[in-house]
């Protein structure tokens, strides 16, 4: 099915589904728009989706990526307040050009994101579970949510200044950068674990608001902190942990912040300071 005109879904609030009992390829070419305006678009079963043009998702409506298949493209994807793209299967590789924009939320829980695009930017992204990875640069704009799921690859993913941060559950950042440079990112729960064999660099401000552990699980960990780290709220121990090797650096510019119960580097963490302890 090749579309290089208009798609639109509307008037139905169900689902309307490109399904497959073997291969089937969806490509929207760089002329096309696949529009939601009513209920779910699913793409399921093993279609492969390409995307090299338009797709836009109205308020409160789904675009729902649940194909085993592994697609391609450049093309954007435009989403209205209350919109969403699911991700839940499969694998959808984004080129060079290739965008997310719009207060919709692109969610990746199952699936895998693979950016390969040397700048990608992104407005609003939850990572639940599945994969984002890939050798591109990724930046969110707006918000980034992360509870679950993977990070890897040999790329980087950057949460701009001006976008929010909040960490829980138990992610992994396995051989890729993270950066933050929100001025208000949260990191929360007491139960959570978040687990690195990559590189975290706080540039921003990052909130430690439970009793969480940071735990390398490898030789490669490091969590470089040039801006402001602070433990608040939590009266327990967040804790910088290891099974291998993590590596802790507070920059000349760094501040970490212990305003409420202990923070604690155990294990065979190595601790460098060349900012301020308060």
């Given amino acids: 099915f090749t579309n290089s005109g208009t798609f639109k879904k509307t008037t139905g609030t169900g689902t309307t589904t490109f399904n497959t009992n073997f291969a089937l390829t969806v490509n929207n070419t760089s002329t096309g728009t696949i529009d939601v305006q009513s209920g779910t678009l699913a793409l399921a079963g093993g279609t492969v989706f390409n995307n090299e043009g338009q797709v836009t998702v109205a308020a409160g409506k789904t675009l729902s990526l649940a194909a085993s298949g592994s697609g391609a493209g450049a093309g954007d994807y435009t989403l209205a307040s209350g919109a969403a793209v699911n991700?839940?299967?499969?694998?959808?590789?984004?080129?060079?050009?290739?965008?997310?924009?719009?207060?919709?939320?692109?969610t990746v829980s199952g699936g895998t994101m693979t950016v390969t695009a040397a700048a990608m930017n992104a407005d609003t992204l939850t990572v639940s579970s599945g994969t984002l990875n890939g050798a591109g640069a990724l930046t969110v704009d707006s918000?980034?949510?992360?509870?679950?799921?993977?990070?890897?690859?040999?790329?980087t993913t950057t949460v701009a200044s001006g976008a929010g941060?909040?960490?829980?559950?138990?992610?992994?950042?396995?051989?890729?950068?993270?950066?933050?440079?929100?001025?208000?990112?949260?990191?929360?729960?007491s139960a959570a674990t978040f687990d690195m064999s990559g590189t975290f660099v706080n540039a921003g401000t990052l909130e430690a608001t439970g009793d969480a552990?940071?735990?390398?699980?490898?030789a490669t960990g490091v969590f470089t902190n040039s801006g402001t780290f602070k433990k608040t709220t939590g009266t327990g121990t967040t804790t910088f942990n290891t099974n291998f090797?993590?590596?802790?650096?507070?920059?000349?510019?760094?501040?970490?912040?212990?305003?409420?119960?202990?923070?604690?580097?155990?294990?065979?963490t190595v601790f460098n300071n060349e900012g301020q302890v308060t």
């Avoid at 890729?176 to 208000?184: A, H, I, L």
């Fill in 87 to 106: 991700l839940t299967a499969g694998t959808q590789t984004f080129n060079t050009g290739a965008d997310i924009s719009g207060t919709g939320v692109f």
């Fill in 143 to 155: 918000a980034l949510t992360w509870s679950g799921g993977t990070m890897s690859g040999a790329g």
């Fill in 165 to 189: 941060l909040t960490l829980s559950g138990s992610p992994l950042l396995s051989s890729r950068t993270f950066t933050n440079g929100s001025t208000t990112g949260v990191w929360s729960g």
């Fill in 213 to 218: 552990t940071l735990r390398s699980l490898s």
């Fill in 245 to 268: 090797a993590l590596t802790v650096n507070n920059t000349s510019t760094g501040t970490i912040d212990v305003q409420s119960g202990t923070l604690a580097l155990a294990g065979g």
